[in-house]
């Protein structure tokens, strides 16, 4: 079966890093997610591209996310500088727009400390 | 705003038992609906939808119906195994297949005993 590739799985970075993780989406897929996973808040939605343009990034703090597509077989997100309140699963989903349900990868584990 | 409310877990059950999850939402317009399965340590995986009012989504023994005018989309499952053991979240779609993204639910931590 195809998969959505995320690396690092875990990342433990010190408060004031730069961080940044990566995914790779399922080949021929033109949408892709970015989601955050804390228990409090469950799973946010925190960007999305579709054939690599950004369609939305409104749920992500502008000041210290960032997320590009650099080519159609990354996907990349970036936060800095880092706190510990960013400490949660980000998860990457690819798919078509067209088709119903995604494809989630098996997420980075962030912990700032 | 969208919104999806999920009973609270953890959910514990004896194997073979019946399994009934609820979930409710608040939509603008006619969303598509969904649940998924998280295994610990993996990603979301679907596990059923619905497009619109009336259709039952279904899939390895697990089964929810669209009910626009209660707005739900309750899971269940006649025979659990502990296997199903897992987090299902539901969640809904105000753009078809979920070209903007989904709304999920907080999630259902199920538990199933030998």
């Known amino acids: 079966d195809a998969r959505v590739t995320q690396t690092p799985r875990h990342k433990v970075t010190e408060m004031g890093q730069e961080v940044t993780m990566r995914c790779q989406p399922i080949?021929?897929?033109?949408?892709v997610f970015w989601y955050r996973q804390t228990m409090m808040q469950g799973l946010e939605l925190l960007a999305y591209?579709?054939?690599?343009?950004?369609?939305?990034d409104s749920g992500m703090p502008k000041d210290r996310f960032s997320a590009e597509m650099p080519d159609a077989t990354l996907a990349t997100l970036k936060i800095q500088p880092s706190e510990p309140r960013d400490s949660a699963v980000y998860f990457c989903?690819?798919?078509?727009?067209?088709?119903?349900?995604?494809?989630f990868g098996s997420g980075t584990r962030l912990t700032v400390v | 705003g969208n919104s999806v409310t999920q009973m609270e877990g953890p959910v514990t059950l004896s194997e073979e038992a019946f399994l009934t999850i609820n979930c409710t939402y608040t939509?603008?317009?006619?969303?598509?609906l969904f649940w998924y399965v998280q295994y610990p340590g993996e990603g979301l995986q679907l596990l059923l939808k619905?497009?619109?009012?009336?259709d039952k989504g279904s899939n390895k023994g697990f089964e929810a119906t669209y009910r626009k005018e209660t707005t739900s989309f309750h899971l269940e499952k006649g025979s659990v195994q502990v296997s199903d053991s897992a987090v299902y979240f539901c969640?809904?779609?105000?753009?078809?297949?979920?070209?903007?993204?989904?709304?999920f639910g907080k999630g259902t931590h199920l538990i199933i005993q030998p």
């Open positions: 969640a809904l779609s105000d753009s078809g297949g979920g070209a903007d993204g989904l709304t």
């Open positions: 939509a603008t317009g006619y969303p598509s």
């Open positions: 989903a690819s798919g078509n727009w067209e088709h119903y349900g995604y494809t």
């Open positions: 080949l021929g897929h033109n949408t």
């Open positions: 619905a497009t619109k009012a009336d």
């Open positions: 591209f579709r054939n690599r343009a950004p369609l939305d």
